[in-house]
């Protein structure tokens, strides 16, 4: 007989029962509702609605059923869900004084608390993983400094770049993946317990003492919003979507760096897999399996918003389904994020062929157009003449190194002997010094930023 | 060490051993995949590929394997995959013949072919259950078939209609919803086995063969396709968004019904829950835990999608996302259709209460529209008529059964003394007689119809 | 010919140009891109890379070019971009000169430029449109502090609340609203231009000083994290599905409380329309349709995390979707907000008939549950106590006012005489004191801190 | 003033009439519409409501309405739906006779059969550029039959492929998109008009007509259903989404096809686009637009699906955004289709290139697996000694090719001095002679089959 059943004649069905037992996912969250309830039995001693030595009790007893549930030895299957199955535990075990327990609160601002408190954690695990990330991305930039990397953009090469530039944009994606999640706990970090079923309390409670022992900084401001809100979960969400989209950019970029056409890089053999048919494969899964799982955070973010769309305040039972939801998907960020920061930290960067590959096509074709600005040539004007340039290379099969200098002038008198030492390569790269540019200058600079972000 | 690993020289970190294992998922296909595997075999035999003697003894053993994974007495933790935890414990067993298991077919196309069997079954338990509900909902149209209930559109009043009526219209949804599982299943129920990993097989292997042993007509026609393709799950997936989506709207109409402003229907204490703190709640969770399930289900389609989204051919690792997706959506999808169907079983209609409401508002406007339109008024100008009756009622705080004939020729001399006969409830919903309206005719049609459906 | 074809052989193909302009979308932008370019070659200028007389008559054109635009006096169509079609016409007027405008930036970081000016202003347009919001709904609260409304959990009656604490309820949901918004313009303001294509610029130019000129408070700080990123939407259109969430949700609550079941408020016919069919209807259209337009909300957020999934490093042309996306929500956002706002300012509350439905159901049963723990009922025994009077009431067909206290004493001889004063409707809702309660006190402590909230 | 207006005293807020009017959308369907009205009014003539003469007059307004609307003679801004200024129109001009028009149907029915017919000729639509599109992989495969590509799997080389042999896999991808759009069309080909609001109609109309006129095989079963249902919409979605899918795939391959670290295709100067300020760039932008245009579609499944989530039954006017999620996918979908077949018509193979890169990697591992199987060695041997062989030769850098026949010997006695002839790279491909594979006669076989589903 369920614990709310005074009212109902008939039993639930045991098909029902078994469907709206949330059982199953809540049971991760045992630790963080105990840690509430006993706060929760603190502050009623205080506003002196329960007796202290009663709560001494409730409180030795709840850590006893705690230890017990992380030892596996209460058996939870069949309960209806984590905050019944304690609060049944510490009844048949304490009686009437386990009967007190619930005093002043509902289980909808008891699930909204136990939620933000996994949350908080699961922020500060993630802030944490990201951190690690960054210094993984940090420590491959500095390692590769001046490694030159052909730049993309359409997938066609564009500029050389150095490759710890290349590497460095990833750092400050995460950047603002961890400054998003901060700004998300904010909206977390906000007691809820004590707003009862949906109206508050006739019982004289303390929710700031509530509060200051969970060590929230506030207390929500309204009992029907409290019960109702779920925007903490989707904003969660939202910040995982953007940080696992940003994970499937470097997953994707990572992969074509390794195709045989490219081979960039060389991902160890420790993060590859083999083919069931085929010998001579190395297949970067771990880069395809953290790109693949990006479906699944976008669609548990879709999905929690889909479930909240247009309920009616107050609490509804659809709102249950934000469990799942939620752990599916810091679950698998949080495997994603460790997995791809072991895998860089194994990665092998194949300099010379980077560079080999830098020098295809036209790399220099931007300098030269400024190298004519600079000489006071109108930069649309300029970026004509090179583009007929590179049309005049291509039909004679020819690159910007091979021509001779009557050639160039062959396009604007403008150009002198040196415009060639001008072209090199590495001075391509290099002389890209304006601010976040990737110029050698710029990048130590970027680099001892990225330092001074990841000490703090 | 992996079966695949003859090329590599460092093992799988055991991290990225985990982060890539499906073992988890699709541990559920085990029966699928020895299925394909014995008919993979018999078709080699049949080819000459291996022996007959060989086979029989693969055969023996895969089913040993069957009845064992059944009853869980072989660990399949900490193995890569399903396909590779069979074939490791095969070759364990059965030494240089079970290595041939694996000849002219890989992973890429075996995967398929168990999804495709998987799914297969899957549309035909789903299509069961529909039939279920839609029985269910006929059953309850034939006992409720004079019940008159206030249609609504846009939430207010429009016109009465017989609940029966009501009620079949989600026999009609939940008949596209077969309708559309149906034409899904031709395009699941096609043969891949056999393309390798992505190109084929120079063995002189006989692929029909293998769809005749599985009862498929027809086998995939490219190689590249097959191993590529993932269309039978998202189409399937597809299916079920607006399964559930009809599903959502039936509970919101339960939900709203049930409430205590409209009564029209009671749900079985069975199948509602209590509150922890508010001892008066009968709470419809079940209604309300569908409805919430739908958002889980858009979200796999959106996440399957996402996955599949600009992946380049052929088979890449992000593809083994699908399993996570389709087999939450089919189990919670199944889980729905049976809880909704049972708790309609043990609906009670509250006919008074019903009729009571649908006699509040103007339900007969219509009608007199009609009513004037029948006499020659042209229809706009009969719908300006009978607009100016409804606020004349409104201010005077009248009813049209409540308006002397005066009154009522005051708006139109057209009006003559039956016109309140015309328009009591009974007959405004009786007399909606053309093809698909709620006339009573019309409803009975429709039933037998309905009947004639389910019957095949 | 366009401006960037210089190497090109063949001209674009007339279907390929139409479909990869823009300018259908982007020409939206005009103004941001103007500014933008004047602050360009006023920093030009300071560098000492374009001559000051250059600068004046480029700055003086394009803002005749602007004014021209706006009043449509420059035919856009057929353009590939609103860049190019400012670029091309500044060049038409001044020649050389006008050549010399996009020296040192690209498209690439001109759009991001554009975007970020557009959604600063955005940003700021919808937080003062959910300032009007929520002092819409403030004002709403104390007009109607005292009145009673049924709370609903599950739509169930739950218990009584104050109508201001129920609708305030909205406020603080809209104040995390603006909350979001404005820790998402934190990373929209950040100064882009000036990092070329994707690598810098060797030319020595002063980012800093546009976004001095820009008042943006800091720049970019990568070349290829800049071009690659449309965090800053995406964070946006993320705000604005809770947002829309929201809004879907208490146009459902009005929708519910306008039925004629409930009637607890009356939308003014001026926000309301009528049916081609039924004279006699009046319906709730404008909240239907917020409702619907979060499904377009959502739609936007999903398509532009799935066109930026995978994308490889750094500007591909796929981003050029982004815009779709944005104008579209940020209009319906816009709009939504605006009637929202102008609705609820014309909306009458039906006091009496609140209160009527309050009365029903057992709303005072979790205050009985309270007054038998305050009297030392262990809470769960006081709940089984009230539960099993909930059964003997529905059973005699009566209310919790009509037993004697006889029959009271009967469930407990804890009841005293005074336990029917205790339980009236206004004292159930009044004594609800705990913070953020809907007790008396408690809401106007809210009302006062709403009120500093909106001074702000 | 409305056509509905004649209950209600306010006149409808001007800023909720723009926000409710669809006209600016929904004129698209003006022809359908029309077309609708005309088959409405012949059926009305048939069961004797309207005088023939009358209806002749209606027709020939109505024809003449639609001219104007297409020659943009009649100013529809202002007006609230299609369907209402047509009315309007016809009743300005006709006065009484044109008020009879909208006898014994509203404008819920009257929508469903618009959205109807336009699907049906959209369907047709996409069908046919499907077709072309078919059309053109199949002329390329022909084209280049023998033309051998490296295949792929997880970007990794895997085995050589015949050009013709990948390029039809995207063939049988768009069979599967034309199939699916077929049976959508079956339940979109049903016609809706004449169930009225939501109850059907007491006047005694003749739905089957219309149906004949109109070239319906048949009508909808249920009134209510019918004004409810958009499942037809977004069935039509989720068949696009599939279509982009594969589309984003195929642009996926051609955009790292066309990369220059490839170089297996030419997308002609036609097609790409250049930079703003790198002068040597040439882009597939019309390929990445196609593929970042799948993010719309998907958005608009989403959205709509959104929208429909748990609307109560029947009309809702939430559901008057289905029509920007139509239009706009249906739009893009038919742009990139026709682009996208126009590219493809205008590629260059570079054979050779295609055929170098084949020859990296060690594409011929599976056919010496298969050589060995031949001989007798079970596949999981052969495979790991091929395996070892690839290990092997990493180490010594070299190739298959490059082993001396008693290199081979060393790793199994059971090559033979053929060994080579039997993997050379043409025969690997020739060989694949499976059905599906990539054989010579398998896909000569292919062509076939798919020339014959043209031709129907």
Redesign the interface.
């Known amino acids: 007989m ?12 045991s ?2 029962k078994e ?2 037992s949330s059982i199953s996912l809540d049971k991760k969250l045992y630790f963080y509702d105990i840690q509430g309830s006993i706060a929760h039995i603190k502050m009623l001693v205080k506003c002196k ?1 329960v007796a202290e030595n009663e709560a001494e009790r409730i409180i030795k007893t709840l850590n006893s059923i705690n230890e017990e549930i992380k030892r596996r030895k209460i058996n939870l299957s069949g309960k ?1 869900d984590i ?2 199955a304690i ?1 049944e535990e510490l ?1 048949k075990r304490e009686g ?13 601002d008891q699930i909204a608390l136990d939620e933000r408190l996994y949350l908080r954690e699961k922020i500060e695990d993630i802030e944490n993983l990201i951190l690690e990330f960054q210094g993984t991305l940090l420590k491959l930039a500095e390692k590769n400094k001046t490694a030159i990397l052909p ?11 150095f490759f710890s ?2 590497i ?6 995460a950047q ?1 993946d961890r ?2 999640l901060g ?1 998300c706990y ?2 977390v970090n906000v007691m809820p317990l ?12 303390d ?2 003492y509530v509060a200051k022992l969970l060590k929230f900084p506030r ?11 779920r ?1 903490y979960i ?2 969660f969400l ?1 910040c995982l ?2 940080l696992m ?1 940003h994970l ?2 470097l ?3 990572l ?2 760096f390794s ?4 081979s960039f890089i060389e991902i ?19 880069l ?2 953290i ?6 955070v ?24 934000d469990k ?2 939620l752990f599916q998907s810091t679950q698998e960020v949080e ?1 994603s994020l ?2 791809c920061t ?2 860089l930290n ?1 990665l092998r960067i194949n300099r010379e062929q980077m560079e080999k ?1 830098a020098k ?3 790399f220099a ?6 190298y004519l ?2 000489r006071g040539i ?4 300029a ?9 005049y290379c ?1 039909e004679k099969r020819k690159k910007f190194q091979g021509l001779t200098i009557k050639e160039y002038q062959s396009f604007s008198p403008i150009f002198e002997a040196g415009v060639k030492q001008r072209i090199n390569l590495k001075r391509c ?1 290099e ?9 050698k200058k ?1 990048v130590e600079k ?1 680099i001892k ?1 990225a330092k001074e972000i990841l000490k703090k």
Request: proline letters at 3%; aromatic letters at 8%.
């Open positions: 369920s614990l709310w059943a005074g009212r109902f004649k008939e039993d639930t069905n098909l029902a469907f709206t609605i209806e905050h019944m609060e009844i009437k004084i386990g009967e007190k327990l619930h005093t002043a609160r509902s289980r909808n730049g993309y953009t359409h997938l066609q090469y564009a500029q050389p770049l530039h290349y460095l944009a990833y750092f400050w994606m603002r400054d998003r700004d904010k909206r004590g707003v009862g079923a949906l109206a508050g309390t006739s019982l004289p409670i929710r700031d207390i929500t401001e309204n009992s029907v919003d409290t019960v109702s809100d925007d989707i904003e939202a979507c953007l989209m499937s950019r997953c994707e970029d992969i074509l195709s045989p056409a490219l160890s053999d420790a993060f590859t897999t083999g083919s069931s048919l085929m010998p001579q494969k190395k297949n970067p899964d771990v395809e399996l790109r693949g799982k990006t479906g699944r976008y669609g548990a973010l879709i999905s929690l918003l889909t479930t909240m769309k247009a309920l009616p305040l107050s609490y509804n039972r659809d709102m249950q389904e799942f939801a495997r460790r997995i072991l895998m194994n590959k295809e096509g036209f074709a931007t300098d030269l157009v400024e600005v600079e109108p930069f649309r004007k970026h004509q003449i090179v583009g007929k340039m590179v049309r291509l790269v002389n890209k010094e304006s601010s976040g540019g990737t110029g710029s970027q930023l």
